[in-house]
C-alpha cells in the first residue's frame, strides 16, 4: 500500500479512529491492532513475505532473551555472530543474489573465461533492507549491553513491523520506539495536529515537486545520448531535488503517521541541501541511516580516534557498505565511495565538526557560507549521476555530456521544474530550525489554513497516477 | 480527541464535495443507468467502453436476441457488421463484444459470461494480435477494466472509478462541465476522439478520422508522415506469446464454443507494423482450433503494404475487413 494512494487514505483514518476510540484506553489491544495494521498494510502488497517478517521477529525475539540469559562469553559471541547471519542472508538472497553472480562471472571474464551465467527472476520484499537494519540493531544493542532484551513478544513484533516505518524507514532503535510501544499512550492534540501537517508536507514534496521533477529526470536519463549538455545539468538538477522530495516527502509522511498514533520520531532530513560540507550533510540526509552505519559500521571499525590513513579506511568502507546497501549494483558502489572520498579533504583539514551556524535566524548568509553550500550541493548532486545512471558507462558517458558548448544553449527539455525547485528551496529555506516547514503555529490560523488549502489543492492537482517511492526498492 | 475530530471534520468539507461530486454527476456513467451511451466520450470524459459494451449487452440481450459475436480489440471497427452479415443466415443478431486495449482474458472472460448467462453463440470472429495474446490479466486501468457481472468484482472496479476520478481530473472535468470549454492544461479531457458506436450492435465506427480523411483526401498520408513511418520490407516475427497462461485460456474459449456448436473464424490482424505472429504461436492455434479456423493476416502482405488502409499506425480500414471476411468465407486463402 502505497502512502500516496486511496487506499492507504482509506485505510489510515479507519485504524486512526479504531485505535483512539474503540481501543484508546486499552494499551494490550492497541498493540495487538498496530500489529494486525501492520500485517495488513504488508500483506496487501504480498502476504507471503508477511512470514520472512514473522519468523525474522520470532528469531530475533528469542535470540536477544538469550542473548541476555547466557553468561559463558564464547557462547554468547556464537549465538550473536548466528543471529547476525540469520538476520542476513534473506537479505543477501534476496537483494544481492543476482549481482554476486555478476560480480563472479565478471572476475571469470577478467582472467579470461568468458561464460555464460544467467541471473535470476528475484522478487525483492518490501522494506527487507530497513526492518532487517532494525533488528540487527537490536540485537547488537541486546549483545553490546546498551539495551535489555525485550520479554514481551506482542511489543517486539509490533517493533519490527510498525507499519509506518516498514516500508522505507526512518529506521528506529527499540531504545527508542520499543519503549515507546511499551508504553501506555495518551491522545495528543498537539503532536496529532503536527502529524497532520508533517504528513501534509511529505505529501507535497513527493506529488507535486518529486514527481513532477522525475518525468523530465526520467527523460534526461533514459536519452542522455542524444541531448545536449545544458539538458544533462537540468536532468542531474532535477533528479537532486527528485530524489530528495520523494524520499524526505515519504519519511514526512511515515513520521506524521506515526504522530497520529502516539509515537513522536526522530527527524529523518534536516535540510540536508543546505550543508556546507559533506560531513554535516551526512549528518542531515537519512539521518536513521547515516546513525547505524556510524554506530554499527564505522566506530566498530574504529572512528576518526586513530590515523588519518586508518580514518580515511575507516569512511570509505562504511560509505561502500552504505552505497551497497542502497542497490546491488557498481553504480551504488562507486556512489558510496565517492561520498566517502569527499570526506578525504575535510580529514586533513579536521573540519568535520558538529558546527551548524546555518541553522542560526538570520535570512542572509555570508558569501562564503553560500559558496560552501553551492560547492557541497555540486559535489551531492555529481554523486547522484551514478546512483541514478543505469551503469558506469552510462554514468561516465552522461558526464562526458557536460564537456560540450552546448551546455549554454537553451535546454530542449522542460524547464518549467525549475519554478518548482525555487519555490522549494525558499519554503524550506524559511523553515530550516523547525522540524519540518508548516511548523507556523505563530502565523494567525486563516494564513495557515490558506497555506494548508493552498497545498492540498496542489497535491490534489499534482496526483492522479501514483508513482511509487524511489527507496521503496532499496 | 473530540476537537481534533471536528476540527478535521470541518477541514475536510471540500474532500468531501469532491468526493460527492462523483456520485453526483458519475462522470464516468457507471453509477446509474442511462440511454444513448453510443459515443465514446460524455462531456469530455472517455468512457470505459468495455463496460458500456457489457451494459448494453445485458440490457439488450433480450430484445435483439444476439446470436452473433465479434470479440477483439478497437481494431475490430476494420469489420463491418453489414459485410459479415452476408455469410450468415439472415437472421443471425451481431454483437460487437469488443474493448479498447482488449485482451485473451477478456476475450474469455466474454465468452464464457454469455455461455454462463444463457446465452447463444452460434457465429464468432475472434479478432487477435500480439498485444491481445500478451496480456492475460486485467487491466489495473480503470478504462480498461471489465464490466464487474463478467469479473464479479464489484468493489475494485467502482474503487478504480473514483480513484481515476480523484485529482487533477476532477479539476478538468468541473471546469469542462461548467463552461463547455476545452483548455490546453486539460490533459484528461477528450475533444478529439470522435468514435461513434451503433446502438443495437455496438459496432464501432470512426467518425473522426473518416471526416479527416474526406477533408483532407490524398494530403491526410502526407500531413501523418511521422505516423505512417517507414518499414524496412523484411520480414520480422514476434518472439512467441502463447504460454501456459495463454494456453488456458484458448482451451476455455474452444471448450465453450464446442458446446455452443459455434461456426467461428480466429483472424490475425494485419497491422501496419507488419510484424507476423510467430510460427510457434500459429502452430499451437491451429493445435487447439483446426487449422481451417485460423486466419494469420499479420507480417508483410498485400493489406499492410498499402498505407492508405489505415486510419493510422495502428488501425486499418473497412476495405481491409472487407476483403478479409471475403478471403475467408470464400476460402480462397
Given at each position: 500500500m502505497l502512502f500516496n494512494s486511496l487506499e492507504f487514505a482509506i485505510f489510515l483514518p479507519i485504524v486512526f479512529i479504531i485505535y483512539w476510540l474503540v481501543l484508546g484506553k486499552r494499551h494490550y489491544l492497541q498493540n495487538i491492532f498496530l500489529l494486525l495494521s501492520s500485517y495488513i498494510f504488508y500483506g496487501l502488497w504480498n502476504w507471503y513475505f508477511l512470514i520472512l517478517i514473522i519468523f525474522n521477529s520470532l528469531i530475533n525475539f528469542i535470540v536477544g532473551i538469550k542473548l541476555e540469559k547466557i553468561d559463558n562469553p564464547l557462547l554468547r559471541k556464537g549465538l550473536f555472530f548466528l543471529a547476525i547471519i540469520i538476520n542476513l542472508t534473506p537479505l543477501i538472497l534476496f537483494k544481492y543474489t543476482n549481482f554476486l553472480i555478476e560480480s563472479f562471472s565478471d572476475l571469470l571474464s577478467l582472467v579470461g573465461f568468458n561464460v555464460h551465467i544467467t541471473t535470476l527472476y528475484i522478487l525483492l520484499p518490501l522494506g527487507i533492507s530497513f526492518y532487517t537494519f532494525k533488528t540487527l540493531s537490536y540485537i547488537i544493542d541486546v549483545y553490546t549491553q546498551k539495551i535489555k532484551a525485550s520479554t514481551n513478544i506482542l511489543s517486539f513484533f509490533v517493533y519490527v513491523s510498525f507499519f509506518p516505518q516498514l516500508?522505507?524507514?526512518?529506521?528506529?532503535?527499540a531504545s527508542s520506539l520499543l519503549t515507546q510501544i511499551n508504553k501506555e499512550r495518551k491522545f495528543n492534540y498537539n503532536l496529532t495536529v503536527d502529524g497532520m501537517r508533517q504528513i501534509l508536507w511529505g505529501l507535497f514534496q513527493k506529488i507535486v515537486i518529486a514527481d513532477t521533477l522525475a518525468k523530465t529526470a526520467n527523460i534526461v536519463f533514459t536519452n542522455h545520448t542524444n541531448m545536449i549538455g545544458s539538458d544533462h545539468i537540468i536532468g542531474i538538477l532535477y533528479f537532486t531535488f527528485q530524489i530528495y522530495c520523494d524520499f524526505a516527502g515519504y519519511s514526512n509522511i511515515s513520521i506524521g503517521v506515526s504522530k497520529l498514533l502516539g509515537f513522536p520520531s526522530i527527524q529523518n532530513f534536516n535540510y540536508p541541501y543546505f550543508s556546507k560540507n559533506i560531513a554535516e550533510f551526512w549528518n542531515k540526509w537519512h539521518i536513521s541511516l547515516s546513525h547505524w552505519f556510524r554506530d554499527y559500521i564505522f566506530i566498530p571499525l574504529g572512528g576518526n580516534r586513530c590515523k588519518n590513513l586508518k580514518y580515511i579506511r575507516n569512511i570509505i568502507v562504511t560509505f561502500a557498505l552504505s552505497g551497497l546497501w542502497h542497490g546491488s549494483g557498481y553504480t551504488y558502489l562507486v556512489w558510496g565511495i565517492l561520498n566517502g572520498i569527499y570526506y578525504i579533504p575535510l580529514i586533513f583539514h579536521k573540519i568535520i565538526k558538529k558546527e551548524n551556524n546555518i541553522t542560526n535566524n538570520s535570512t542572509i548568509i555570508s558569501i562564503k557560507k553560500f559558496l560552501q553550500i553551492i560547492s557541497t550541493f555540486v559535489m551531492i548532486s555529481f554523486a547522484w549521476i551514478f546512483f541514478r545512471a543505469e551503469s558506469i558507462t552510462d554514468a561516465l558517458l552522461y558526464i562526458q555530456g557536460f564537456w560540450t558548448t552546448s551546455i549554454f544553449e537553451k535546454p530542449t527539455v522542460s524547464t518549467i521544474g525549475i519554478i518548482f525547485i525555487i519555490v522549494f528551496v525558499v519554503i524550506e529555506w524559511n523553515g530550516r530550525h523547525k522540524e519540518h516547514p508548516l511548523q507556523m503555529e505563530k502565523l494567525p490560523a486563516i494564513v495557515r489554513y490558506g497555506i494548508y488549502y493552498a497545498l492540498l489543492a496542489l497535491i490534489f492537482f499534482y496526483s492522479g497516477t501514483e508513482s511509487s517511492f524511489i527507496y521503496f526498492k532499496f | 480527541m473530540k476537537k481534533f475530530i471536528l476540527k478535521l471534520l470541518l477541514f475536510s468539507i471540500p474532500i468531501y464535495l469532491v468526493i460527492g461530486s462523483f456520485f453526483v454527476f458519475d462522470p464516468f456513467k457507471i453509477l446509474y443507468s442511462y440511454n444513448n451511451l453510443n459515443q465514446s466520450a460524455i462531456d469530455g470524459v472517455p468512457l470505459n467502453n468495455d463496460f458500456l459494451g457489457t451494459e448494453v449487452y445485458i440490457n439488450q440481450v433480450k430484445q435483439y436476441q444476439y446470436d452473433s459475436f465479434v470479440f477483439g480489440n478497437s481494431r475490430s471497427m476494420g469489420f463491418r457488421s453489414k459485410d459479415w452479415q452476408k455469410y450468415l443466415k439472415s437472421t443471425a443478431s451481431i454483437y460487437y463484444f469488443v474493448a479498447s486495449s482488449e485482451n485473451l482474458f477478456g476475450i474469455s472472460k466474454k465468452i464464457n459470461f454469455i455461455n454462463n448467462t444463457n446465452g447463444v453463440i452460434k457465429n464468432a470472429l475472434v479478432l487477435l494480435d500480439y498485444n491481445t495474446l500478451y496480456q492475460t490479466k486485467e487491466s489495473n486501468k480503470f478504462h480498461n477494466k471489465k464490466h464487474p457481472a463478467i469479473t464479479k468484482k464489484w468493489l475494485p472496479f467502482y474503487f478504480s472509478a473514483l480513484d481515476d476520478y480523484l485529482g487533477r481530473f476532477t479539476i478538468e472535468y468541473i471546469d469542462f462541465k461548467l463552461f463547455n470549454t476545452y483548455r490546453p492544461y486539460m490533459k484528461n479531457i477528450d475533444n478529439k476522439t470522435d468514435v461513434s458506436f451503433d446502438p443495437q450492435t455496438n459496432e464501432w465506427t470512426p467518425s473522426g478520422f473518416n471526416k479527416q480523411i474526406e477533408s483532407e483526401g490524398q494530403l491526410y498520408y502526407k500531413n501523418r508522415s511521422n505516423i505512417f513511418y517507414e518499414r524496412n520490407n523484411l520480414q520480422s516475427f514476434h518472439p512467441p506469446v502463447i504460454e501456459q497462461k495463454q494456453l488456458l485460456l484458448l482451451k476455455e474459449i474452444k471448450a465453450i464454443f464446442n458446446s455452443q456448436k459455434t461456426n467461428y473464424k480466429i483472424i490475425i490482424m494485419p497491422l501496419y507494423d507488419q510484424i507476423k505472429l510467430n510460427d510457434k504461436d500459429i502452430k499451437k492455434l491451429n493445435n487447439i482450433?483446426?487449422?481451417?479456423n485460423i486466419y494469420d493476416f499479420s507480417g508483410i502482405n498485400e493489406y499492410t503494404k498499402d498505407m492508405t488502409n489505415y486510419y493510422e499506425d495502428s488501425h486499418f480500414k473497412n476495405n481491409v475487413g472487407h476483403n478479409i471476411l471475403n478471403t475467408i468465407y470464400n476460402n480462397q486463402i
Open positions: 516500508i522505507a524507514g526512518p529506521i528506529e532503535r | 482450433f483446426g487449422e481451417s
